[in-house]
């Protein structure tokens, strides 16, 4: 989603699709990177407009159906205190999903781009409980510039990497199915929407890949999100005009 301060277009769209899913859905996922960067649930308190807008929107459908709330690359630090603040649920993934069509292993997907060896160092970094309280101890200001740094930094590394290692790894995908016992994934992360379908073990599988949501940059607008009922699996596209 990566919704910001400057992502106006892509809020706009994100609050109309939160009220299209409180009429017409019995609950709501939302597998990570909704906003752009999170530097810690205080951001709340901090009453930026445009983020009281999203905590509103979030807790009005929360008030009507499940919403539950994961972490990607980008918000790995939403909290507690940002699920109270919004009345969802926190999502630890990766999550085997009961649905009315079968099971699927749900999550943010970056933890399957075993190729991309540096990214895996950062992430382990990031994720470890030590570096996270010693970052969430600095000033709110200070955690935003440094996130808005590491951000400028890791696009420029982006630019210079091989398309192939920012993708899921095949055997990371196999190995989490098969540790999950389930034959359906869904994943978000690597901006590569579509449907894989392969055989594992002799059963066939599929893997759902998540689009993500941009309607402000010059480029064509793009988003949409993944609908399950009693029928199966199927896109859906936001509507731009």
């Not at 106006?8 to 019995?26: G, M, V």
């Not at 000033?139 to 590491?150: F, G, I, K, Y």
């Not at 389930?182 to 579509?194: A, D, F, L």
């Amino acid at each position: 989603m990566h919704l910001s301060a400057e992502s106006a277009a892509t809020r706009e769209a994100f609050l109309a699709f939160l009220q299209a899913a409180a009429e017409q859905a019995s609950a709501l996922l939302l597998p990570g990177d909704i906003f752009d960067a999170w530097v810690g649930d205080d951001e709340i308190e901090a009453g930026a407009t445009w983020l009281q807008e999203i905590v509103e929107g979030l807790r009005g459908v929360s008030s009507r159906i499940p919403v539950y709330l994961g972490t990607g690359n980008r918000d790995f630090l939403m909290g507690e205190r940002l699920a109270q603040a919004t009345g969802t649920r926190r999502l630890i993934a990766p999550a085997v999903l009961g649905t009315d069509c079968g099971a699927f292993l749900l999550s943010h997907g970056d933890e399957f781009c075993t190729d991309d060896v540096a990214y895996q160092q950062f992430r382990a970094m990031v994720r470890n409980p030590q570096w996270q309280a010693q970052f969430l101890a600095q000033p709110l200001a200070a955690r935003q510039a440094l996130a808005r740094q590491m951000r400028e930094r890791s696009m420029a590394e982006t630019s210079r990497k091989a398309a192939d290692i920012m993708d899921v790894n095949q055997q990371a995908v196999e190995a989490a199915l098969r540790a999950h016992g389930v034959t359906r994934m869904i994943h978000g992360h690597t901006h590569r929407p579509g449907r894989h379908v392969f055989e594992l073990d002799g059963r066939p599988c599929e893997r759902w890949v998540l689009p993500d949501w941009d309607l402000d940059d010059a480029g064509a607008p793009r988003g949409g999100w993944l609908a399950i009922d009693q029928d199966g699996a199927v896109f859906n596209d936001i509507e731009f005009g």
